[in-house]
C-alpha cells in the first residue's frame, strides 16, 4: 500500500531539509503497536540526493509475539511547513493498517524533535559518551588481564602434573 503524509515541523524550509538529512536523528531502534500488539524493528536512511532534495529510507518492524511485520521504503522530501514522506508499505502475517499508521506516525514524531548536537536528540548511544568509553576500556582490559592470568595458571599447573 502507498501512504503519504505531511508532517509539520517547526523550523525554517532549509532546517527541515537539513532535519531530514540529518538521519542520526531520527534513524535507530524502533518500538510501535497498534493497541495491544508491540513490533520492534529499525529505522533506517539510505540515499541522499541533494540535487532532488530527497532523503530515500526503510523501515521493518516485526511483531513481538506471534507472526506478523511491517516493511516500508520511503521518501522524504522538503515541502510548505515541513517535510512529506510517501511510503510503499508491506504488511505480513498478522500485521493491520494500523502497525503502518504507527510506524510512519514515530516516523513523524522523530522528525518533529529538535536535535541536539550531532546524533540528534533521541541518540542516547553510550558510545557517544567518551567517560562510557573509557569505562569500557577499562573492563575489557581487566578481563583480558584476567583472561590471561588464568590461562599462566592453568598452563603452570598441567607443567607440575607432567
Known amino acids: 500500500m502507498r501512504l503519504t503524509r505531511a508532517i509539520a515541523v517547526d523550523v525554517a524550509p532549509a532546517e527541515a531539509w537539513d532535519t531530514a538529512v540529518a538521519g542520526a536523528g531520527w534513524a ?4 510501535l503497536g ?4 508491540g513490533y520492534a524493528g529499525r529505522l533506517r536512511a539510505l540515499d541522499v540526493d541533494e540535487d532532488a532534495r530527497c532523503v530515500s529510507g526503510d523501515a521493518q518492524a516485526r511483531r513481538a509475539s506471534g507472526w506478523g511485520g511491517v516493511g516500508a521504503t520511503f521518501e522524504l522530501r522538503p515541502a510548505a511547513g515541513g517535510l512529506v514522506v510517501e511510503a510503499d508499505v508491506l504488511l505480513t502475517g498478522d500485521a493491520t493498517p494500523e502497525v503502518a499508521d504507527a510506524l510512519l506516525d514515530e516516523l513523524a514524531a522523530r522528525l518533529r524533535r529538535p536535535a ?10 553510550p558510545a557517544d ?34
Not at 541536539?116 to 548511544?125: I, K, L, Y
Open 28 to 31: 535507530g531502534p524502533v518500538r
Open 34 to 37: 497498534d493497541g495491544a500488539t
Open 116 to 125: 541536539r548536537g550531532p546524533r540528534g536528540a533521541d541518540a542516547g548511544s
Open 129 to 162: 559518551d567518551p567517560r562510557w568509553r573509557r569505562r569500557l576500556a577499562a573492563r575489557a582490559a581487566l578481563a583480558i588481564a584476567a583472561g590471561a592470568a588464568a590461562g599462566l595458571a592453568a598452563g603452570l599447573r598441567a607443567r607440575r602434573r607432567a
